[in-house]
């Protein structure tokens, strides 16, 4: 199996995780434009659901959607559904803080 056709279908399963039908869900990613954009299209066309991407500018990369995650927190409204992060020291702060939590799509079980 490729490790393209793994990355996509890990990204379809989290992201049927996060929603209810009809539903859209809003994906924090670190990951370049060009290479993350070309999977959510097919995603939305088979699920029906909206995917509202919140990409990284070069200047601020992760630690930039980290921070954003954390002032929503502290607001108390979080908008992120999904994390797409290609960089752990900030995803560690993150879940040292409890902004993190597992993704666990019911039909990823078998």
Same mark, same amino acid.
């Given at each position: 199996? /490729?490790?393209? $056709?793994?990355?996509?279908?890990?990204?379809?399963?989290?992201?049927?995780?996060?929603?209810?039908?009809?539903? /859209?869900?809003?994906?924090?990613?670190?990951? =370049?434009? %060009?290479?993350?954009?070309?999977?959510?299209?097919? $995603?939305?066309?088979?699920?029906?659901?909206?995917?509202? @991407?919140?990409? =990284? *500018?070069? /200047? *601020?990369?992760?630690?930039? !959607?980290?921070?954003?995650?954390?002032?929503?927190?502290?607001?108390?409204?979080?908008?992120? =559904? &999904? $994390?797409?992060?290609? %960089?752990?020291?900030?995803?560690?702060?993150?879940? %040292?803080?409890? !902004? &993190?939590?597992?993704?666990?799509? @019911?039909?990823?079980? /078998?």
């Amino acid at each position: 199996m /490729s490790r393209p $056709f793994l990355l996509t279908a890990t990204v379809y399963l989290a992201l049927l995780g996060c929603t209810k039908p009809n539903a /859209s869900v809003v994906v924090y990613t670190a990951l =370049d434009q %060009e290479f993350s954009e070309p999977l959510f299209a097919p $995603f939305q066309k088979a699920t029906g659901i909206r995917v509202r @991407p919140n990409f =990284d *500018t070069e /200047s *601020t990369k992760t630690v930039g !959607l980290a921070n954003r995650i954390m002032v929503e927190a502290q607001g108390g409204r979080t908008r992120c =559904d &999904l $994390f797409w992060n290609n %960089e752990i020291l900030h995803t560690l702060r993150l879940k %040292e803080r409890g !902004l &993190l939590r597992p993704i666990h799509p @019911p039909n990823a079980e /078998s």
